[in-house]
């Protein structure tokens, strides 16, 4: 520049000569602001949001942060497009910045939405999930559901989670046999939620409720889970999962292997310790195939009890086994709860089952369903059902 104020410029150098200055200035000027304030600020907030962060809370306030500093300006998308060349962007980063993206419709420069630029060629995510870490701890803070929901903006309406950085290898329905117990709901929720999508599952939430005061029959209605999920997605995968049930460590995968797999191994109000060896209560899977093999759950057990037993026993009658994982990784916190009255009938019903085997289940099963609900964290079927059916 010095030698530029020295010279003598012809008069059809000069005009060009400014505006070359003027622009390099405020090129200068851009790039020292994005990357000594800027860029850095955001990208120290994403950091503490993967590494720091478990508390959903912190996903919300840094969210908003975000978006209330780039509804105005250019400056998302501009570390849009930096964080996404950098190719040291963790899945959680991605899946934080595709949700701006899409809050604030970010285009690139060829017009296109930004999400496209990485949705088109998804690869499979791993088997196992890279940032798994063991142990989780489980929150006692009540939220209402208005809360929760405001905590959790990246989910589909029923509840529906799919993986925006990878293709999801499972497509898994959690099926959950409810009545009246709100607190509970709230806690499964707040507590499932940024668990399965730390595994990178494509899930949904479905809660089945059963209407009316009659005997609660748990069996019936994850049978009705089951039939209901599968007019909502193409699911392969159906994990049967009590509310008061949370579990303690993320290495416990919600999939399902090529035997059934009873989850729910060492539950706190059982010492952590597996009662018995053919148990199957609490949390199972199985695969949409298994489930139709066995012909799903008896419709028979009213009341307490019975049922996950004569689903093991329907396993062992089709030559399936009941895998588990260790009681180390299976671990769960049971949320007190009030004990429902015990089925009179179940010892008959367990002796006599497996002439039932085939005759009662998903082939007998009849329901009313009054309602269902696409909420904005779970999918809500509430059903009539009766002994009489």
Known sequence: M???????????????????????????VGLQYMFSGTFHTYRHETLFYIHGGAHPSHSLSWHNAMRNNATNSSTAALLLMNLTANTAVSTAETLILHSIADNLNITNKNGSEFKNLTTSQLSLCPLVPTDLRGPVGISDVAHT????????????PGGHYTPQSCKARSRVALIIPYRDRPSQLNAFLYHMHPFLQKQQLEYGIIIVEQAGYGPFNRAMLMNIGFVEAQKLHEYDCFIFHDVDLLPEDDRNLYTCPEQPRHMSVAVSTLKYKLPYKDIFGGVSALTLDQFKTVNGFSNKFWGWGGEDDDMANRLKYHDYHISRYPANIARYKMLPHRRQPANPKRHEFLYNGNKRFNTDGLNNL?????????NKLYTWVLVEISESR
């Open 366 to 374: 009849q329901y009313q369903r009054q309602e269902l609900k696409l």
């Open 2 to 28: 010095f030698l530029l104020s020295g010279m003598s410029l012809q008069p059809w150098m000069r005009a060009p000569a400014c505006k070359f200055l003027i622009c390099l200035g405020v090129l200068l």
């Open 145 to 156: 559901m208005d809360q929760l929901e405001l905590l959790f903006d990246n989910l589909e």
